[in-house]
């Protein structure tokens, strides 16, 4: 099994959409998504940005996605202890979330104050893996521990499946967090993935019956390059390099 995770193009959060820059990646995008064989189904996040970036991808494809109501972006907020920003629940500073052993471990950054400050973010967590998985079991794969079980004698095109993502920096890295099994503490802190990148995972099955997931491309952006659009700085806090 594929899964493609794609964020939405430079977004627009007041309204809610895309800037200028953000409809000529999702453009540029869609030139890239239009040759992509094999997709089995299409989801995409109810907030307006992935939609309007999806569009461009639908209508060369001829395809149409499903909305799936939690693949909303992961905007369940906090207090910033240093700088008393409420907003997001990452972009602590590092000399405040580095200095906690448990942000570093897979279960322990639960248990740190700064998440447990707003009581909606671990019901929201957990709620997210819920759904992924109840995604990837209709799919023939059953979360087992920290990694994947599949019948493919009761689904036998399972490992032919490929499904497209369209939603947001967060939201991606919570996945990728129960995906591979790493905190999302380090991820939401450590990883950038920019405005209409593509993120590829797949699962690795050398044992019959299990599966891995084992990411392929991190944030890709080789359709901005091809078409000469500089990579968005949205969300990041230096400059972007375009490979």
């Not at 569009?55 to 992961?74: C, D, I």
């Not at 000399?95 to 740190?112: H, L, N, V």
């Not at 490992?159 to 790493?182: A, P, R, W, Y």
């Not at 990883?191 to 084992?214: D, H």
Request: hydrophobic share 35%; glycine share 6%.
């Amino acid at each position: 099994m594929r899964m493609i995770l794609i964020r939405h193009g430079d977004p627009d959060y007041q309204k809610d959409g895309l800037t200028e820059k953000g409809i000529r990646e999702a453009q540029l995008l869609s030139e890239r998504t239009v040759h992509w064989k094999g997709i089995t189904d299409i989801f995409c996040s109810p907030y307006g940005r992935a939609q309007k970036t999806a569009a461009y991808t639908l209508e060369q494809m001829g395809r149409e996605a499903v909305t799936l109501p939690w693949l909303h972006e992961f905007d369940h907020f906090i207090n910033d202890p240093v700088t008393g920003r409420h907003g997001v629940p990452w972009d602590l500073m590092p000399a405040y979330w580095t200095e906690i052993p448990e942000m570093y471990d897979k279960k322990g950054w639960r248990e740190t104050e700064v998440y447990r400050s707003n009581p909606s973010i671990l019901p929201a967590y957990d709620e997210v893996c819920e759904n992924l998985d109840k995604l990837l079991s209709s799919y023939g794969y059953k979360r087992y521990h920290n990694y994947y079980k599949t019948d493919h004698a009761e689904l036998p095109a399972a490992q032919d499946t490929t499904i497209v993502c369209f939603c947001h920096l967060g939201i991606i890295l919570v996945m990728l967090s129960h995906l591979l099994s790493i905190s999302p503490a380090v991820l939401l802190h450590s990883f950038y993935i920019a405005p209409t990148s593509v993120t590829v995972l797949a699962t690795e099955e050398r044992v019959p019956g299990i599966a891995s997931f084992r990411a392929q491309v991190l944030g890709d952006t080789s359709h901005l390059r091809a078409g000469n659009e500089p990579v968005s700085a949205s969300g990041y806090f230096t400059d972007t390099f375009s490979l």
